[in-house]
């Protein structure tokens, strides 16, 4: 026998609605790919030779890792320090 549970019962089934479909939202939220953010902002690289910004796919990555803007700038070797 629980008294208190008469007028309370209504509000503690929406709670735990609320809670369940909170966690669902939440979950579904994570699940969805954003493809036109990744458009919208390209990855940007930084030119070994003349430090320039360049969206990575104008530029070019060597073997080594580095990257650089141009062919020109690849075939030159990076600045001294
Ligand atoms: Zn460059």
């Known amino acids: 026998m629980v008294p208190t549970m008469g007028?309370?019962?209504p509000i503690l089934i929406l709670l735990v609605l609320?809670?369940?479909w909170r966690l669902l939202s939440m979950q579904f939220k994570r699940r969805l790919p954003r493809?036109?953010?990744r458009r919208s902002a390209p990855r940007m690289g930084h030119?070994?030779?003349c430090g320039e910004f360049v969206p990575e796919e104008e530029?070019?990555?060597t073997p080594?890792?580095?990257f650089y803007c141009c062919p020109a700038h690849a075939?030159?070797?990076?600045p001294p320090p």
């Open 59 to 61: 530029g070019l990555h």
């Open 47 to 49: 030119c070994a030779h």
């Open 64 to 66: 080594q890792g580095e």
């Open 18 to 20: 609320a809670a369940v």
């Open 7 to 9: 007028p309370l019962r």
């Open 75 to 78: 075939r030159a070797k990076p």
């Open 35 to 37: 493809p036109e953010q």
